[in-house]
């Protein structure tokens, strides 16, 4: 069968990266230790997650680690689908920093009147930030790439024409930062636990990443 993708595929070995995901998130209660969340996607326990709020012209950013995470309820989304919402716990890993004084008066700036005036050991309702969200990422494995797309492996399941910030870390150090569309997910038969050949194209990389890109390819393929 005649191979027409624009660019020779080159297989290699030790090449690893990783999908960037961002969920919006609802805020139940919060203290200075932690928090508790609502959000739509299964929080894995003991991973380290990156938490954004955002409201009344006040922004923070907190790491925490997911110490529970439950199915709670599911919603419809917008094309009839049924998306599942998760309740779970969030330990702040940093706020023992410069972060606490950002903490308090984040708190002190949203949390719902009639809540007792002092903060430690206790968690507050507040109003929902403006914005919130969880950052976080899933690994993969590369296993063939061109400078158009890539194929790679992982447990994480795609829908195709899905979009998501990815990046490729390079055995020199160098990362390569890009968007990615997924053109393919299959699930890989015999292996467990699950695995899936994800097909992605290459859709917005800076320059410079590309000149590193078509560098490596190059090194890979002499």
Known sequence: MQDNRRHKRVTVEGVYGSVLFASKAEITNISLGGAAIQVDTNLKIGKEYNIRLEGKNKHIEIKGIAVWSVLSESQKGPHGDVIPIYHAGIEFSDVLTNRTAELIDFIETHKVKGTEDRLRGLRFKIHMPEK??????????????????????????????????????????SVIRFVGRVASCIEIADKHPIHYDIGVEFIEMPDEDKMRLDEFIRSVSR
Not at 139 to 164: A, C, H, N, W
Request: glycine share 8%; proline share 2%; aromatic share 12%.
């Open 132 to 173: 919130a969200t969880v950052d976080y990422s899933f690994g993969y494995r590369v296993k063939l790439i061109s400078l158009s797309g890539m194929l790679i492996e992982t447990m994480q399941i795609f829908k195709p024409e899905d979009r998501f910030s990815m990046e490729i870390a390079l055995k020199s150090g």
